[in-house]
């Protein structure tokens, strides 16, 4: 059982460059996350996703994309990198929506945007 | 709007007590967490407590909450230089919100 895995774990990008950050979960977890975090600011919550072919909108959403084709796995998708999309992303999961259900965390994507 | 709120670093010599604080605005407030991050991971929850409880213990950790105040610590005791992390706050809400907000997290720092 890995829990939460993501791929890659660093990455160094030109501005202007695509790439896509896979987030994987062998929980059969319903509830998928994929939050940004940067210095002083905490966490921040980019899109999620209730369940197998849907996403919503977070807080910090412009300038990513992102696709749950499959039940266990959540994907970022960056079109055109921006250096302020420099950051570590976490993708998380959690088994449902009840008040209880704690949040399990990947290890995280460090991205840097030249 | 939901807000949590805590302070950015917390300095405390190995061996003593280490409390981290945090305030919320919310008052539906029903579930609060405490997760670790450790230098280059992700988050690990600690512990929670539900809004109907004053405190809880586990092990080493005190969570207290003071519901008047909107106030939740956590409480490190014979504090250890492995206990050195991020910890953040986290709050969910009644209401229907499945998404918790979190704390900037605090930097806690453990010397000799």
């Known amino acids: 059982n890995a829990g939460v895995t993501q791929t890659p774990k660093f990455r160094v990008l030109k501005t202007g460059q695509s790439m896509t950050l896979l987030c994987a979960q062998d929980?059969?977890?319903?509830?998928m996350y994929w939050y940004r975090q940067d210095p002083g600011m905490g966490l921040r919550l980019i899109h999620y996703?209730?369940?197998?072919?849907?996403?919503a909108k977070g807080e910090v959403p412009d300038g990513y994309n992102v696709s749950r084709l499959k039940k266990q796995n959540f994907l970022l998708g960056l079109e055109s990198a921006a250096p302020s999309q420099t950051s570590v992303y976490f993708c998380?999961?959690?088994?449902?929506?009840?008040?209880?259900?704690?949040?399990?965390f990947g290890p995280g994507t460090r991205l840097l945007v030249l | 709007g939901e807000d949590v709120e805590q302070s950015l670093f917390l300095s405390v010599r190995e061996g003593d007590s280490s409390v981290i604080n945090c305030t919320y605005t919310d008052s539906s407030s029903t579930y609060l967490y405490w997760y670790k991050q450790e230098p280059g991971a992700g988050l690990q929850l600690l512990t929670y407590i539900f809004s109907n409880m004053d405190m809880k213990q586990d092990q080493r950790l005190t969570v207290l909450l003071n519901k008047k105040d909107k106030h939740l610590s956590l409480r490190i005791a014979d504090t250890q230089t492995g206990d050195s992390a991020i910890y953040f706050c986290?709050?969910?809400?009644?209401?229907?919100?499945?998404?918790?907000?979190f704390g900037r997290g605090t930097s806690l720092i453990v010397h000799p």
């Open positions: 929980m059969n977890h319903e509830y």
């Open positions: 998380a999961s959690s088994s449902g929506p009840l008040r209880a259900e704690t949040q399990y």
């Open positions: 996703s209730v369940g197998e072919g849907t996403t």
């Open positions: 986290a709050e969910k809400a009644s209401g229907g919100s499945y998404i918790p907000t």
